[in-house]
């Protein structure tokens, strides 16, 4: 693995951490239900992604830093918030813990949609552009969507603006860069698509068509 990828990973595990803490806190959970939160939002869509990929152990397991790093930002949190409780009950607050939760799953979803991809690409020899799109997006939103069923909540990608659509057009973008001007300018632009138009989405309150 180069460093640009692990740097990548890096912030993108402390990035969903980040929002499955926050969420846990939310919920009121112990500082135990805050680190499984934050964890599994870290880390579940790569285990799902290394399960399809026959990827034994899950790297999650194979290299512990991803799930240290998670457990590190998930404690980090709750030792914050525990010593400042005024922080979560403040008037404040809505506002606070919108942007914190936008940021954290925006930057994590535009890291581990293109970090999947790459991961498909180096492990499956066939020039599959499906598969490649399937397992970056199943890699960007999976951990969300374990943590808001864990948390009782409508999983995000189902209600929430422009999110998971997001994660397809940068990975499309992603996966035809990568073939025309070269795997890194691939990761970087599939990255800034999904993050611009995920955060677009979310200021401008974008959404698919729904029945009202």
Not at 169 to 192: D, F, H, M, P, Q
Request: proline content about 2%.
């Amino acid at each position: 693995m180069d460093i640009f990828t692990f740097i990548l990973e890096i912030i993108g595990t402390v990035a969903f951490a980040s929002s499955g803490a926050m969420l846990a806190i939310e919920k009121k959970m112990d500082i135990f239900g805050v680190n499984i939160l934050g964890a599994t939002t870290a880390v579940g869509g790569g285990i799902m992604r290394d399960v399809i990929l026959g990827v034994t152990p899950p790297t999650a397991f194979a290299q512990p830093v991803y799930i240290l790093f998670a457990i590190i930002t998930s404690t980090l949190l709750f030792a914050i918030v525990y010593t400042n409780p005024d922080i979560i009950h403040s008037k404040i607050k809505n506002k606070f813990y919108d942007k914190v939760m936008l940021w954290c799953d925006t930057v994590g979803l535009g890291i581990f949609t293109v970090v999947g991809i790459q991961t498909a690409s180096r492990h499956v020899t066939d020039d599959n552009a499906f598969f490649f799109l399937f397992i970056g997006v199943l890699t960007g939103v999976g951990g969300g969507v374990i943590r808001d069923i864990m948390a009782s909540e409508t999983p995000y990608i189902l209600v929430r603006e422009v999110y998971a659509s997001a994660s397809i057009a940068g990975g499309i973008v992603c996966i035809v860069c990568r073939s025309t001007i070269g795997e890194a300018a691939g990761l970087v632009l599939g990255l800034i698509v999904t993050v611009v138009i995920r955060a677009l989405a979310a200021h401008f309150h974008w959404n698919l068509l729904r029945i009202h």
